[in-house]
Every structure is written in structure tokens, then in C-alpha cells.
T-cell receptor, first 114, second 117 residues
Framework: QKEVEQDPGPLSVPEGAIVSLNCTYS??????FMWYRQYSRKGPELLMYTYSSGNKEDGRFTAQVDKSSKYISLFIRDSQPSDSATYLCAMSTLNSGGYQKVTFGTGTKLQVIP | GAVVSQHPSWVICKSGTSVKIECRSL??????MFWYRQFPKQSLMLMAT?????????EQGVEKDKFLINHASLTLSTLTVTSAHPEDSSFYICSGIVRTGDTDTQYFGPGTRLTVL
């Protein structure tokens, strides 16, 4: 079993729809939870970062973490064609070197249709 | 956010040759940088942790003699793929850490696409 599971999609939605992206994980040692957006042939761009259960909102994006269920979500409101990209969930633990070791999901490819 | 650059962005080489990829932090100092590899439709896989002024730490299954990492300054880490073979063709991405209080944020470079013929 992978440490982080993410449905690869693709997910197609009409413009303006609410998008829900999800990941589950098995390692209860994960402390930090992130969502990255990756456009084709580009490096990942950090969207959201959280370390506690609950919701965190930033503009049209809401990140939700449920540590008891080992489940995280990213919601995108009023989705736009420019949101079309691959969304990677990521989780990290603090390792012996004093920095976070990040484990990524496989990414969900999202297409927002005008 | 912090900016990380990579050079080259795309390289094609013949089997058996060596390729060097540079990763630079442009507006911050990165004592630690990470090198990842991403195959098509797969997640980023951590290859190694690059520490300024010391040896890199490699993940299990990554050959340190094949993937040479040098972190000679606080703004530059290099990954050299030695004796490259077609199976090394992949998207290589580096990242640097910015620490704010107790929080580490990774900023990624744009990636280098390596094609080995």
C-alpha cells in the first residue's frame, strides 16, 4: 500500500463548478499537508500548506484536513479554465536531519472546460 | 514566493554520456536542496537530499555513483547523471527550503527534461 493515495483522474468539470480533490494516507506520522499545482512540463507550485485538522481558506481554494480519517481535500470554487493542471497532494514528516521529508501523491489531472 | 531556477530545461543526450543539471536559488540561500525524479503520470520521487558543504543523502534504491550531487554554495546544487541510459530519461526537479519559524516551505524549480537516446 502506498503511503499516499490519490486518484489520478482525469477530472473534467465545466467552468464555474466546485472541484473536490482528495487524498488518503496511511502514515500517521505525517505532520504537514500541502497541495501543489503542476502545469505540464513545469515544476510544482505550492498552493496550500497546513498542519492541523480543519479548514484553511485562501481565495477560491480551501484545504481540509481530517487527521482522524487520514484524509485531506482541496476544494476549488468557481473553477476557471486556467485552473486546468495536475494537482498533487503532499505530506511530510520531520526527519532526523531537522527538515521535512515530503511524500507526494500521484496527482489528479483537472480539466476545466469553458 | 522564493524562486528556484534549473538549467538546462531540456536536454537530449546519447547513451553513455554524462549530463549535468544545475539548480539555483535566486533570492534565498538554500543550505538544503532536494532532487526529485518524475516519470510520466507518476508522482515526484525523492532521489536525494543535497546539503551545502557536505555529502548528499540518497534515498534507498538511488545509486549515488550514478547520480552525483554537488552542493558547493548556498545557492547552487548540481546533479550529474553519469553514463546515462534510456531508462534515466525522466523529468528531474529540484527544490529549496525556506524556513519561517518552525515551518519549512519547499519551492520547486521548473524541472529539467532529460531524454537519453
Amino acid at each position: 500500500q502506498k503511503e499516499v493515495e490519490q486518484d489520478p483522474g482525469p477530472l473534467s468539470v465545466p467552468e464555474g463548478a466546485i472541484v473536490s480533490l482528495n487524498c488518503t494516507y496511511s502514515n500517521s506520522a505525517f505532520q504537514y499537508f500541502m497541495w501543489y499545482r503542476q502545469y505540464s512540463r513545469k515544476g510544482p507550485e505550492l498552493l496550500m500548506y497546513t498542519y492541523s485538522s480543519g479548514n484553511k481558506e485562501d481565495g477560491r481554494f480551501t484545504a481540509q484536513v481530517d487527521k482522524s480519517s487520514k484524509y485531506i481535500s482541496l476544494f476549488i470554487r468557481d473553477s476557471q479554465p486556467s485552473d486546468s493542471a495536475t494537482y498533487l497532494c503532499a505530506m511530510s514528516t520531520l526527519n532526523s536531519g531537522g527538515y521535512q521529508k515530503v511524500t507526494f501523491g500521484t496527482g489528479t489531472k483537472l480539466q476545466v472546460i469553458p | 514566493g522564493a524562486v528556484v531556477s534549473q538549467h538546462p530545461s531540456w536536454v537530449i543526450c546519447k547513451s553513455g554520456t554524462s549530463v549535468k543539471i544545475e539548480c539555483r536559488s535566486l533570492d534565498f540561500q538554500a543550505t538544503t536542496m532536494f532532487w526529485y525524479r518524475q516519470f510520466p503520470k507518476q508522482s515526484l520521487m525523492l532521489m536525494a537530499t543535497s546539503n551545502e558543504g557536505s555529502k548528499a543523502t540518497y534515498e534507498q534504491g538511488v545509486e549515488k555513483d550514478k547520480f552525483l550531487i554537488n552542493h558547493a554554495s548556498l545557492t547552487l546544487s548540481t546533479l550529474t547523471v553519469t553514463s546515462a541510459h534510456p531508462e534515466d530519461s525522466s523529468f528531474y526537479i529540484c527544490s529549496g527550503i525556506v524556513r519561517t519559524g518552525d515551518t519549512d516551505t519547499q519551492y520547486f524549480g521548473p524541472g529539467t527534461r532529460l531524454t537519453v537516446l
